[in-house]
């Protein structure tokens, strides 16, 4: 079915490619030279995978077993925060530049850096330049727990855009019931998964949330060999010796899914690549007459859901004197 006038279709590009890892400014450079590439191709929205900027520490430990660390570990933390950009920052006004004048709407992950804490991230930037906010992954999977803090609900955000309501959740957040339909709640029809699951089950996954959230899904992982890495002793894939530089440790999968299920482009497991799709914003309404997962097919009064979407802080301070005297004494 064609799109009408009240239906716009948008064209979107999911990147599948990988971080220079250590190597922030590089990985800025990548990202430019790859936006401008899904630009020249019409793209109005682009998105990135999970941990771009910052880099994805695959197959390793950072020295941690339960009840130690190792000094070796302790500087491979140091090293990774130094690579992880502060929000707002430099590296979020050169994303934010970018995405000005390639005109297109843009979904980065980043690794955040506040203070001393490294957080798993998505920004978001407007096709004016202006970057609009971010999500923090509300929950790091197994041992990213030890490098990564915690989102909080304040950052589930849900922008209204002339190309749709966009949003994203990271990597197995998607597997979140009720952090998915937070976002359904705030309306969400373009559904963004950057992630490091390249996995065929994740296909199911993407599949599954955008017949239940009537949404187009837009998954994107990154392609990395062993060479894209670090060599070692610098950089060690734990209990993987057998690596050459040519061996894959990302496949990717990139994808983009209809609100009907229908996979609309890849899933790409071929190497780094551009996945570029037609949204037909109509294909929403279609859907949602199947199936409104927080409309007609909710049952309010037996099923419901409170979000805590307040900023949650260890400290605070009753007044900015208190605070300044405070670090005075």
């Not at 994203?168 to 597997?175: K, T």
């Amino acid at each position: 079915m064609g799109a009408d006038s009240s239906a716009p279709t948008v064209r979107a590009t999911v990147v599948q490619a990988s971080t220079v890892f250590y190597d922030t400014p590089a990985t800025l450079d990548k990202a430019e030279r790859l936006l401008a590439e899904a630009a020249s191709y019409g793209s109005q929205l682009v998105v990135f995978p999970e941990a771009f900027i910052g880099g994805y520490p695959r197959g390793s430990n950072f020295g941690v077993t339960i009840g130690s660390r190792t000094a070796k570990g302790r500087e491979e933390f140091r090293k990774y925060h130094a690579t992880a950009i502060d929000v707002p920052g430099p590296e979020v006004d050169r994303l934010a530049a970018m995405a000005g004048k390639y005109k297109v709407y843009l979904v980065m992950g980043v690794i955040e850096r506040d203070g001393y804490t490294l957080y798993c991230t998505v920004l978001f930037f407007d096709s004016q330049g202006h970057y609009l906010g971010k999500h923090r992954k509300v929950m790091p999977t197994a041992l990213e727990r030890i490098i990564w803090g915690f989102g909080d609900g304040s950052t589930i955000p849900v922008y209204e855009t002339p190309i749709g309501k966009i949003g994203a959740a990271i990597c197995w957040e998607n597997r979140m019931p009720l952090l998915r339909t937070a976002m359904y709640a705030k309306g969400i029809e373009i559904y963004c998964a950057p992630t490091a699951d390249a996995r065929d089950i994740w296909q199911s996954s993407m599949t599954h949330i955008a017949l239940e959230g009537g949404c187009f899904v837009l998954s994107a992982n990154q392609f990395c060999r062993r060479k894209d890495y670090p060599p070692p002793p610098e950089y060690e894939f734990s209990g993987a010796d057998d690596l050459t530089p040519d061996s894959v440790v990302c496949a990717g999968g990139s994808v983009i899914i209809s609100p009907s299920g229908t996979v609309l482009a890849g899933p790409n497991y071929d190497g780094e690549a551009l996945i570029s799709a037609d949204l037909d914003l109509g294909e929403i309404a279609r859907a949602k007459f199947d199936f409104d997962v927080v409309g007609h097919y909710s049952r309010p009064e037996v099923l419901s859901l409170v979000v805590r979407d307040n900023p949650t802080k260890p400290v605070s301070f009753t007044s900015a004197s208190v605070k300044t005297e405070d670090f005075q004494k």
